[in-house]
């Protein structure tokens, strides 16, 4: 994109801030150029934010079903996925999935549940308990 043509049509998602873009200035070299966002990246980050709340409320019914454990709510209301809670706990991906039953997370150690706490910024009283 040329730097002429950076988009600035302003995007509330952006909460009024700028982000910094690449565009080719005259001289054909790429510089970062700030820019006040698109109405259409605007209208994707809102579908994308509104899908991971319907995920969230999602679990929040499947763990009052009793069918998920609390886990499985909080990955989904900090827009985590298995892979990435995995990453951040330091712990494989079965372990975690295994974890989202709630059988399984009742048993664990106070240890692990502050691996899980803590990745998700909550304390482990919080992480055993809905909102």
């Not at 209301?77 to 997370?105: E, I, K, N, Y």
Request: charged share 20%; net charge neutral.
């Amino acid at each position: 994109m040329d730097l002429d043509a950076v988009p600035q049509e302003g995007n509330r998602t952006h909460a009024g801030l700028r982000k910094a873009v690449y565009a080719r200035d005259a001289q054909g070299r790429m510089v970062v150029a700030p820019s006040a966002g698109w109405e259409v990246e605007e209208i994707v980050t809102t579908q994308a934010v509104d899908a991971m709340a319907a995920e969230a409320d999602a679990a929040r019914l499947r763990v009052q079903q009793g069918t998920a454990s609390t886990l499985e709510y909080w990955m989904s209301a900090r827009r985590m996925d298995v892979a990435l809670l995995a990453q951040s706990t330091g712990l494989w991906q079965w372990r975690v999935r295994r974890h989202l039953q709630p059988a399984c997370f009742a048993k664990l150690s106070p240890a692990l549940l502050e691996r899980y706490a803590q990745a998700l910024g909550l304390n482990p009283e919080q992480l055993q308990r809905l909102p």
